[in-house]
């Protein structure tokens, strides 16, 4: 297997998280319910009990506590604290769902280049925060992104129109390769011919940007 610096165990993407919990049972009707996770075959090996759910491309583990009088319940909502955060479509949607479940929770809002994202935070059955928000119009920006933003534009001033279309695109790979593929807005804003050549190019985060 080949060594990428970038990666180093190779990995792919999240496979699940696991909450210890006092009930097993309420804690699945939370998830179920209010979250919209689906449950899924657990192994029959497992000689303790618990419960599997799958929802948003990610798994969610329910393991029951052997000693659930001693799990420390947290009752403030505190945005800081540890958290699982979830995108939505529709924050306002949200909002009139967990008022009509009589689910407390606790607004906030991050601005950022005069993009704003809502947020709004409550807790699982035992206390596990759960954060719902609009974060998607965010972009995602590597922080060696001025580097590349760099290299980009200098690239795009020494290229001429004949050859831009396919140096562009093979640039676009290499960003591609080095995780900085949102650099290249800049070129491609002003590439009107590679545009379409390109699509394919950048991941989709980066498209919904241009």
Not at 88 to 117: D, N, P, T
Request: aromatic residues 8%; charged residues 25%.
């Amino acid at each position: 297997m080949k060594e990428n610096t970038r990666n180093p165990l190779h990995l792919k993407s999240l496979n699940h998280i696991s909450l210890l919990c006092r009930s097993v049972e309420e804690s699945m009707s939370f998830y179920q319910n209010v979250l919209g996770f689906l449950p899924i075959r657990r192994p029959g090996s497992f000689d303790f009990d618990g419960a599997w759910l799958f929802g948003h491309g990610i798994g969610i583990h329910l393991l029951q506590s052997p000693e659930p009088e001693k799990l420390l319940k947290k009752t403030e909502i505190n945005p800081k604290d540890n958290h699982i955060s979830f995108q939505c479509e529709s924050m306002e949607a949200v909002e009139k769902k967990l008022k009509e479940m009589e689910i407390e929770y606790v607004r906030a809002a991050v601005e950022e280049g005069g993009i704003q994202v809502d947020q709004i935070f409550f807790h699982d059955p035992d206390g596990f925060m759960i954060e719902i928000c609009n974060c998607d119009s965010l972009p995602v920006i590597p922080l060696a992104g001025e580097m590349a933003r760099d290299d980009a534009i200098g690239l795009k001033k020494k290229l001429s129109p004949e050859v831009l279309d396919e140096s562009f695109c093979a640039f676009v790979d290499i960003m591609n390769h080095r995780g900085l593929a949102f650099e290249l807005i800049a070129i491609r804003r002003n590439c009107h011919r590679s545009s379409l050549l390109c699509e394919n190019h950048l991941g989709v985060g980066a498209r919904k940007l241009l």
